[in-house]
């Protein structure tokens, strides 16, 4: 509950106090990511509105247009003004899904978020489901497209294939990290930084800082109007950003145990190589320098010793990012009794 005073009063700073503001905070955010979806808005805007007036419980709603250069923007400002809840943000240009997500996490209120795509893949009607979770004590709710209506080859086949790979390597075991649909308390989202396209990793950094995540089969359609924004390169990108993920969570704070581990191991083994090749020279007199062995001792011991010196740059990068952001490198749940109540 703390997160939640913070970030309040953090948007009570004179640039966040426009009309919408100054409203008392309702529980649920909806944040949807809007990139050319003219066609999809007031469909989506509609069956939204009523499914959320379903649930009866206060809401708003953030719409990115994440640099449409169809008529998105202008329906939407067409639709905000005759839908209180809903507030619309654009962006200057085409940033991308993750940061247009960014965008709505920044400006959200609730106590909950909730993403979903603009295209009407995702059913608003689903959202009450992911609510029931978060009331059952869940930080991270995720939907799981368990009946996908994508093309096989180009977007099933590699999504099951990445979704394994990312279960494995992050330890967070989800069938369907790539589906937008998915609550999570406020409170959680204010502890991560997204770059990339971390979005879909949301539920991986999140457990990272010990929330309890899960899933929930929800419905998909196909895209009816317009076209998807992604191809099969995404999942290069995915898979990249799985590394840096896998990296961040298990040595961000310590780059040198990692870099210096190897550099450490390919010097070492670059030294005893130079070392036989030395002992050959000087006792059997034998001529070296045409062997490629010493190639080898020559590349491994520079590697090494540029792997250690990555590393203690890297310690001094994590110094630099912790401590100018006065950053802990902790998450804390609650702080009882003491001087904490204070
Ligand atoms: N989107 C966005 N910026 C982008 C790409 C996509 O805001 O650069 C939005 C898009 O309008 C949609 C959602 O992100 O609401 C998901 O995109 P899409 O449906 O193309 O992805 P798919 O469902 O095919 O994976
Ligand atoms: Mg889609």
Same mark, same amino acid.
């Given at each position: ?14 640039? &966040? ?5 100054? =409203?008392?905070?309702?529980? !649920? ?9 003219? +066609? ?11 499914? *959320? ?60 978020? @909730? %993403? ?5 893949? $995702? ?12 009331? =059952? ?25 990445? $979704?394994?790979?990312? #279960?494995?390597? %992050?330890?967070?075991? /989800? ?11 406020? +409170? ?5 930084? !997204?770059?990339? +396209? ?29 076209? #998807? ?12 950003? *799985?590394?840096?993920?896998? &990296? ?12 210096? !581990? ?14 036989? !090749? ?6 059997? $007199? ?7 062995? /010493?190639?080898?001792? @020559?590349? *491994? ?15 001094? @990068?994590?110094?630099?990012?912790? +401590? ?6 902790? @998450? ?9 109540? #204070?």
């Amino acid at each position: 509950m703390h997160a939640i005073a913070e970030r309040a009063s953090e948007y009570s700073h004179p640039a &966040f106090m426009d009309a919408a503001h100054t =409203a008392a905070a309702p529980y !649920l955010t909806v944040v949807i990511p809007v990139l050319n979806e003219a +066609e999809n808005l007031p469909i989506l805007a509609e069956r939204l509105t009523d499914a *959320l007036e379903k649930l009866g419980r206060t809401y708003e709603i953030i719409i990115i247009d994440d640099g449409s250069r169809d008529a998105s923007f202008t329906i939407l400002t067409d639709l905000a003004r005759t839908n209180p809840h809903l507030r619309v943000v654009r962006l200057r240009r085409n940033f991308g899904q993750t940061a247009a997500f960014s965008a709505g996490f920044d400006r959200a209120r609730g106590e909950v978020v @909730v %993403t979903l795509d603009a295209d009407l893949q $995702n059913d608003p009607a689903d959202i009450g489901m992911l609510l029931e979770r978060i009331d =059952a004590g869940y930080d991270v709710v995720s939907g799981w497209r368990a009946h996908r209506q994508d093309p096989f080859l180009n977007r099933r086949l590699p999504s099951i294939i990445a $979704n394994w790979i990312i #279960s494995r390597v %992050t330890g967070v075991h /989800l069938h369907d990290f790539g589906c937008s649909l998915k609550a999570y308390r406020t +409170e959680v989202l204010s502890e991560i930084r !997204l770059y990339g +396209e971390l979005h879909r990793f949301i539920p991986a950094i999140a457990s990272w800082q010990g929330v309890a995540v899960t899933e929930l089969p929800v419905h998909h359609a196909p895209r009816q109007f317009g076209k #998807s924004k992604y191809g099969i390169g995404r999942t290069l990108r995915v898979i990249l950003d *799985l590394i840096t993920i896998r &990296f961040l969570l298990s040595y961000g704070t310590r780059p040198m145990q990692i870099f210096g !581990l190897f550099g450490l191991i390919l010097s070492g083994l670059g030294m005893l190589t130079g070392v036989y !090749l030395t002992y050959t020279k000087l006792v059997y $007199n034998e001529s070296i320098g045409n062997r490629p062995l /010493l190639l080898l001792a @020559v590349l *491994l011991i520079v590697v090494g010793m540029q792997l250690i010196s990555m590393g203690l740059v890297g310690e001094l @990068v994590v110094r630099t990012y912790y +401590e100018t952001q006065s950053k802990p490198i902790y @998450v804390v749940r609650e702080e009882i009794g003491g001087e904490a109540s #204070s």
